[in-house]
């Protein structure tokens, strides 16, 4: 059982792939309503503890609890993403044929008709919630531009809106800045900010100056463990940091 401030606890975790140890005694505990920022060096393990927390991956050993009660080792990837846990991988997949906004009509949350929805048939809940994640997404003054046509930034920020409209309560976000322009960089971070406001996230990135805006708590991993945790400053200073990953 963990803690009722905790929206995700992983203790102990393991997985090996060929004899080999991608997640190695992992343990990592992020409290609701947290942004927290995961660094490391490529092969730390960071997408496959990500593709355990979404039931991609099953642990060989450890223990994994969401939400309270939630072991996430006994769900499937569907059961998980209806628990309230949503993933953005690194490269956007939007429905490029369709508007921003029908793109977040097409993703929300609940019983709709995809006919309905593109029929604009939208009772007042969901259109202000539409607006509403439009806003947040930085979307707004774009909503009816086919998704085709928008930045390869604001079709991250859109896939974040669409994840956002599913409701989660813990968001995963690999990589989001990747490929962006600086300035796109820097909202991001804002977007990021505000999302934070109403939901737990998980950010992978190595973009150390974004991680620094963030402000938050981080965790660098390597050789699938933790090898330092703490504010950027505490571990950036950390020696065995530099070693692996910032001095590189
Ligand atoms: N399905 C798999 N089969 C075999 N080895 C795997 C598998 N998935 C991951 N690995 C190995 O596990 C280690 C951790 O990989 P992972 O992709 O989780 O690292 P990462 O921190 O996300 O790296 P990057 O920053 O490059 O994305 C790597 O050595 C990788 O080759």
Known sequence: MT????????????????GFRAINNLSLVLDRGEMRAIIGPNGAGKTTMMDIITGKTRPDTGTVYF????????????????????????KPTVFESHTVEDNIA???KGPRTVLSTLLNRRSADDARRIDEILATIRLEERRDELACNLSHGQ????????????????LLVDEPVAGMTDAETEETVRLLKDV?????????EH??????????????????SVLSEGSLDHVSQDPRVIEVYLGR
């Open 3 to 18: 803690n009722t401030n905790t929206i995700l606890y992983l203790d102990g975790v393991s997985v090996s792939f060929d």
């Open 67 to 90: 939400d309270g009660t939630h072991d996430l080792t006994r769900y499937d990837e569907a059961d998980i993403a209806m628990l309230g846990i949503g993933r953005k991988f690194q």
């Open 106 to 108: 097409l993703s929300l």
């Open 155 to 170: 079709k991250q920020w859109l896939e974040i809106g669409m994840l956002l409209a599913q409701d989660p309560k813990l």
């Open 196 to 204: 934070a406001k109403r939901h737990s996230v998980i950010v992978v």
């Open 207 to 224: 973009d150390m100056h974004f991680v620094r805006e963030l402000g938050v708590k981080v965790t660098c991993l390597h050789e699938g």
